[in-house]
C-alpha cells in the first residue's frame, strides 16, 4: 500500500504564503510523476503543477509567477510554495503521485487534501 500525507494548508491573509508538502510511504519501488491539483467550492478539479523527472511544470497561468513547485526524490516528498496569495486560490489542494510499487506496475495515488483559504 502507498499513502500520500499533505500538510501546510490553513488560513492567510490575502498577499501572505503558504508551503504545502505531500509525503509517499509504503511499498514504494519508484516515483514518476508528482503533482499537485486544486478544487474550489462548485468548480471542477484542475491541474496547478507537476514535477516529472528533474522537470518542474506550472500548469495554472493564474499561479505561474506566485507558486513553485519542487521536489525532494529521497524523501518522496513534493512541495508547493505558494506566494502573494489571493482569495481566489482558496480551495483544496491535491497532491499525487505516479508510483510504481512491490503490487503495481504503475498506479496513482492521491492524497486526502489540505484546506487553503486565502482571505481578502
Known amino acids: 500500500q502507498v499513502q500520500l500525507v499533505e500538510s501546510g494548508g490553513g488560513l492567510v491573509q490575502a498577499g501572505g504564503s503558504l508551503r504545502l508538502s505531500c509525503a509517499a510511504s509504503?511499498?514504494?519501488?519508484?516515483?514518476?510523476?508528482m503533482g499537485w491539483y486544486r478544487q474550489a467550492p462548485g468548480k471542477q478539479r484542475e491541474l496547478v503543477a507537476t514535477s516529472t523527472s528533474g522537470t518542474t511544470t506550472i500548469s495554472l497561468d493564474s499561479v505561474k509567477d506566485r507558486f513553485t513547485i519542487s521536489r525532494d526524490n529521497a524523501k518522496n516528498t513534493v512541495f508547493l510554495q505558494m506566494n502573494s496569495l489571493k482569495s481566489e486560490d482558496t480551495g483544496r489542494y491535491y497532491c499525487y503521485a505516479d508510483v510504481r510499487s512491490v503490487a503495481k506496475l504503475q498506479d496513482r495515488y492521491w492524497g486526502q487534501g489540505t484546506q487553503v483559504t486565502v482571505s481578502s
Open positions: 509504503g511499498s514504494i519501488l519508484s516515483i514518476n510523476n
